[in-house]
Structures are given as structure tokens and as C-alpha cells.
């Protein structure tokens, strides 16, 4: 499971830092890799966390594609990873009164 989640945290930082550099707020690449790690590395630990928890549970670690059971758990881990870091996210921006960056 440790693989899953350091996967996922890396490719999200990844990916964010080429957004901030490349999209509207053209950071540099050490101030757009900066802001990726730090303005969601709590959200991507609780998405993790709750996906690979969901889908532990349903699955027992076990991958079968060909499985119906395994493409439920697979859906239903989506959505607790989606919903675990809302609050969260929700209290940041109120706090703060804008979005992470």
C-alpha cells in the first residue's frame, strides 16, 4: 500500500507543478513545485488514505479486472477519495477566503 499512495502523491505533485508553471500563474519551476507540495499534501494524504482503505476492505488486496465485485470497489474507493479531504478543503477555504493557490 505504500507504493500506491507514495505513486499517487508523486504523480498529483507532479502534475500540479507542471499546471502552476505552465497555466495562468506561471510560477517558476522551484516556487511551482514548492506551492504543489504544500498546499495539498494534506488533502492527497487523506484521499489515499481513504482509497486505499475502501478498496483494502472490499477487495483484500486482491486485483481481478475480469471481476465485477473488484470494478464496484474500485468506484466506491473513488468516492470516499473524493469526499475524505472535503472537509478539510472546506475549512482551508473558509479560513483563508480563497482557493490553495
Known amino acids: 500500500m505504500g507504493n500506491t499512495v507514495a505513486s499517487g ?14 497555466g495562468a500563474d ?8 514548492r506551492t504543489a507540495m504544500g498546499m495539498s499534501m494534506v488533502s492527497m494524504m487523506a484521499m489515499e488514505f481513504a482509497e486505499n482503505m475502501v478498496d483494502y476492505h472490499l477487495t483484500g488486496g486482491q486485483v481481478n479486472l475480469e471481476d465485477p465485485q473488484f470494478w464496484m470497489a474500485a468506484a ?17 477555504l473558509r479560513k483563508y477566503g480563497k482557493a490553495c493557490h
Not at 504523480?11 to 507543478?17: A, F, G, N, V, W
Not at 506561471?26 to 513545485?33: E, I, N, R, S, V
Not at 466506491?76 to 482551508?92: D, E, H, K, Q, V
Open 26 to 33: 506561471q510560477l517558476t519551476w522551484p516556487m511551482a513545485a
Open 76 to 92: 466506491l474507493s473513488i468516492g470516499a477519495g473524493f469526499l475524505a479531504p472535503l472537509p478539510y478543503n472546506y475549512l482551508r
Open 9 to 22: 502523491i508523486t504523480t498529483s505533485i507532479i502534475l500540479e507543478t507542471i499546471l502552476l508553471r505552465r
